[in-house]
């Protein structure tokens, strides 16, 4: 059986339903090919059920891209305001966490049903249980599923990047890109818990559930936030947010007592000067397991200035190489994928492939933590729909 649409879009996450919404508020014809069972599965996992929609603090800089400057455009033209609206159309409570970070009172499913509903006032047709297995290219698009075939003069790739394979990403985005001839940067999973090598891990696995406000740094980038020692390795935002940005064999530098300093005490001569004063001082800024796992290892070998002064500098640098990622099953996000150079910035569509867009996570831009992956699936759809 063959359908027939003006736009076709395949997957139906948040970038490929916001991209249907806006074409069909348009007029056009559209069609959303999702192989799950259901819409927006990641939407309804994210946030940790209470999908942290956006940020109130969008800006290009939240962004990881090889080229910076190619989110501008769609970010300045769809932003946070402009979801905020629609989310307040439908009536979803909602609050700021931390850090501008928005996140639905009650449930995900707040938004996903805000989104189910906009596509049904749009009139747009969705197909579920519909596995896009290949793309041809005659006059118009062709979309094979088993038992259907779609056909359109455009087309919309919105199959996300490769983490969480068990809800259902996959690879389909980054091979239909390298079938057309358009290039894909290497992706690799961001925003995922850093392991430890088994001598790092022994010596501090063991306090796993421990977190700390740490910063951590890595390829001139910063991150402060909560640290948490997991029974692998780091987690916890800091570590997610430095993860996105560290390449296999490189150590990251974490700040242990960012903004204090632990010997200060020292500097009154009424002070004693022993193990267990600098114990005590340390347990004010960590947890009392961490200060205490860490004086162990790190202990001065007196209570001398220079000596101390070591001891300072160490806490505020703990230089540690992960022996790797918990990879793709454990992964937020995945960075890297097709090439900003192939796309127009205004329409995300393939500039050697007059009709072919990519939105969301395929495309090589990649947000911090913080609402920022949603509010870039937002806005590249928004750009894509407005241009079908
Ligand atoms: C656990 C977790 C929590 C997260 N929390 C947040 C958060 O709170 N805030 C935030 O901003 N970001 C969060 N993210 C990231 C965010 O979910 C993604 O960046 C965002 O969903 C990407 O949208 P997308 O539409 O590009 O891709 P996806 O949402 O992954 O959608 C792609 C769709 O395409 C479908 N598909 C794939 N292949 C095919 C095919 N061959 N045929 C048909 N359909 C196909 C998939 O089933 C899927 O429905 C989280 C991610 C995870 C894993």
């Not at 999908?51 to 501008?72: D, G, M, Q, V, W």
């Not at 259902?168 to 992706?187: H, K, M, N, V």
Request: hydrophobic share 40%.
């Amino acid at each position: 059986m063959t359908h027939s649409f003006d736009a076709l879009i395949l997957g139906g996450g948040a970038a490929g339903l916001m991209c249907a919404i806006e074409a069909g508020k348009r007029g056009r014809r559209v069609a959303v090919l999702e192989h799950a069972d259901r819409l927006g599965k990641k939407i309804l996992i994210s946030g940790g059920g209470r999908c942290n929609f956006t940020n109130l603090h969008c800006r290009p800089e939240n962004f990881i891209s090889s080229n910076p400057h190619f989110a501008k455009s769609a970010l300045a033209r769809y932003t946070p305001e402009d979801f905020i609206a629609l989310v307040e159309k439908h009536n979803i409570a909602y609050h700021e966490k931390t850090l501008g970070q928005l996140f639905c009172d009650r449930s995900a499913r707040d938004i996903l049903g805000m989104l189910g509903a906009e596509c049904e006032h749009a009139g747009v047709s969705i197909f579920l249980n519909t596995n896009i297995q290949k793309i041809e290219r005659a006059t118009q698009f062709i979309a094979h599923a088993p038992d259907a075939e779609f056909k359109a003069p455009a087309l919309v790739v919105a199959t996300g990047g490769l983490s969480i394979p068990k809800i259902g990403a996959t690879s389909f985005g980054y091979d239909l890109a390298r079938q057309f001839g358009l290039a894909i940067r290497e992706p690799w999973p961001g925003l995922v818990p850093l392991t430890l090598s088994k001598q790092d891990c022994d010596r501090y696995c063991d306090l796993a559930g421990v977190s700390a406000e740490v910063s951590a740094s890595c390829n001139g980038q910063q991150f402060r936030e909560k640290m948490l020692i997991t029974h692998r390795g780091l987690s916890g935002p800091a570590i997610l947010q430095i993860s996105s940005y560290w390449k296999p064999s490189q150590p990251i530098l974490i700040d242990l007592a960012p903004g204090s300093e632990v010997t200060a005490a020292f500097r009154d001569p009424k002070t004693p000067r022993n193990l267990s004063t600098l114990r005590t001082e340390l347990r004010k800024l960590l947890a009392h397991r961490l200060a205490d796992r860490w004086l162990e290892a790190h202990a001065p070998t007196s209570c001398s200035n220079p000596a101390l002064a070591d001891f300072e500098k160490q806490t505020h640098a703990w230089e540690i190489t992960p022996a790797g990622t918990e990879g793709y099953e454990k992964a937020e996000v995945t960075a890297g994928g097709v090439d900003t150079n192939e796309l127009s910035a205004q329409t995300m569509e393939a500039r050697k492939v007059p009709g072919m867009f990519f939105i969301g996570e395929v495309v090589d831009v990649t947000g911090h933590l913080g609402g920022f992956n949603f509010q870039w699936a937002w806005a590249s759809g928004a750009a894509a729909g407005r241009a079908l």
